[in-house]
Nanobody, 130 residues
Framework: QVEVVESGGGLVQAGGSLRLSCTTPGLPFDDYDLAWFRQAPGEAREGISCINPNGVTTLYAASVKDRFTISRDNRKNTLYLQMNSLKPEDTAMYYC???????????????????????RGQGTQVTVTS
């Protein structure tokens, strides 16, 4: 049984930082490319970052580039998203996604890939106040 569990969200003032974590019990973690997506109420889902299995390849959406950093620790089966210089427009539910058939790519971030068939968690809420 595979689980995806996100944590680390919260309420922060603009300019602040948060670090999200994602663990995936039951998943062969280092076989998977992983991604962070987010969705705000009434807004479309947005792919914001992805990383390949060995952590060498990373991609970012323009909206978060140079502010967010994705990383993974394959020994701990954990994915991270360090978020700095947070803005009110970063307010959203953040989801960790694992899809065996997707690779870290602009296409995956832009389309969501096989969203309904991917492993993903319940999300962690990030709220940034001005």
């Amino acid at each position: 049984q595979v689980e995806v569990v996100e944590s680390g969200g919260g309420l922060v003032q603009a300019g602040g930082s948060l670090r999200l974590s994602c663990t995936t019990p039951g998943l062969p973690f280092d076989d998977y490319d992983l991604a962070w997506f987010r969705q705000a109420p009434g807004e479309a889902r947005e792919g914001i970052s992805c990383i390949n299995p060995n952590g060498v390849t990373t991609l970012y959406a323009a909206s978060v580039k140079d502010r967010f950093t994705i990383s993974r620790d394959n020994r701990k089966n954990t994915l991270y998203l360090q978020m700095n210089s947070l803005k009110p427009e970063d307010t959203a539910m953040y989801y960790c996604v694992a899809d065996r058939y997707e690779h870290c790519s602009e296409s995956w971030l832009q389309t969501g890939g096989r969203w309904d068939f991917a492993y993903r968690g319940q999300g962690t809420q990030v709220t940034v106040t001005s």
